[in-house]
């Protein structure tokens, strides 16, 4: 039984014709998993079509993981299930409260007919190059948190560059990419000038900046402001249980930094929000009770995920910032 049927005066792209054929000839079970298709060769010269033309429906059909190629061998049917239009490549750089809740959002905008393979990197270049390298040419979307990584960009350009998104973090190099990022620069200073007045009181400003996996540009907007309005500052590497000393106010981008401090300043017996300040990173349910509030700043994460489906969707080509805000509770 024919497999392919090309019409002429369809309306009909000739590649989505092939496209449209081999998935009708799946549902009808005329082609079961595992299945040869006809080779591009046969295809062109029985319809008279360009090898391009016939490559573009295989290469489709590859990408949401329908058909698969052996080489010297042709193409075969991977998976009958052709329902799935997009198939999706996620690689976060951990998996995390803050990241689960983007991954939540973004899975339940895109829809029901994609298909989400989500990765992990650990800050790994590796383990960053390798994830990438398998996986070009075997999705239609890419969706990729470069973090701070040296080499990320070389291997993001290795990929179709109409089909990458840039997640969380950016920079001047990705600037051809559509991007949903935090600037984190301009978050921590615009954060920190919201709550100046509550900053005053307090003789010295802290950050907490191991600089492995924290974003860069909070360490120089934290400087630029503390310069700007003639803060006494200092960075640190760790906390590494550290006596604190009345009136610092201590920035925290990591959580465990915040427990290894606030259980210093109980064996200190120092009041929070008076004696010493504390600014959090990343808002959570958790962060409104303890120590009866602890102040963040924070990005909308569900935002980010909702406007990256968004976009992917609709083809956006985009830089969107997400935005920011701090949250002042007890500890200032």
Do not use: W
């Amino acid at each position: 039984m024919k497999i392919i049927s090309i019409q002429n005066n369809l309306g009909l792209p000739k590649y989505r014709q092939i496209v449209l054929s081999i998935e009708k000839a799946i549902e009808k079970g005329i082609l079961a998993k595992g299945e040869r298709l006809p080779s591009i060769n046969k295809v062109c010269l029985e319809f008279s079509l360009s090898r391009d033309t016939v490559l573009q429906a295989y290469e489709e059909l590859k990408k949401r993981g329908i058909i698969y190629a052996i080489l010297g061998k042709g193409y075969y049917i991977k998976s009958t299930e052709v329902t799935i239009k997009q198939k999706i490549f996620l690689l976060f750089d951990e998996l995390n409260i803050f990241k689960e809740d983007i991954y939540n959002s973004f899975l339940k905008s895109i829809g029901d007919d994609v298909q989400v393979d989500i990765f992990f990197h650990h800050f790994n270049n590796e383990m960053f190059r390798k994830l990438i390298n398998e996986s070009n040419g075997n999705y239609t979307k890419y969706i990729i948190m470069p973090t701070n990584l040296s080499g990320a960009v070389l291997a993001i350009k290795t990929l179709p560059a109409k089909e990458v998104f840039i997640l969380d973090q950016t920079n001047p190099e990705l600037k051809s990419y559509p991007a949903i990022y935090q600037n984190h620069k301009k978050d921590i200073y615009d954060a920190l000038l919201k709550g100046k007045s509550k900053l005053d009181k307090f003789k010295k400003l802290i950050i907490i900046f191991p600089g492995f996996r924290e974003p860069l540009g909070m360490k120089e907007g934290f400087e630029n402001f503390c310069k700007d309005f003639s803060f006494e500052h200092e960075v640190i590497t760790k906390f590494d249980n550290r006596d604190i000393e009345v009136g610092e106010t201590y920035i925290i981008p990591n959580d465990r930094d915040l427990v290894a401090v606030i259980e210093k300043s109980k064996l200190q017996n120092l009041k929070l929000g008076s004696d010493y300040g504390i600014i959090s990173y990343n808002e959570t349910a958790l962060k409104k009770v303890v120590e009866n509030g602890i102040t963040t700043i924070s990005t909308d994460f569900e935002a980010m995920g909702e406007i990256l489906a968004q976009m992917v969707l609709k083809g956006k080509k985009e830089q969107i910032e997400n935005k920011c805000s701090l949250i002042i509770r007890n500890s200032l």
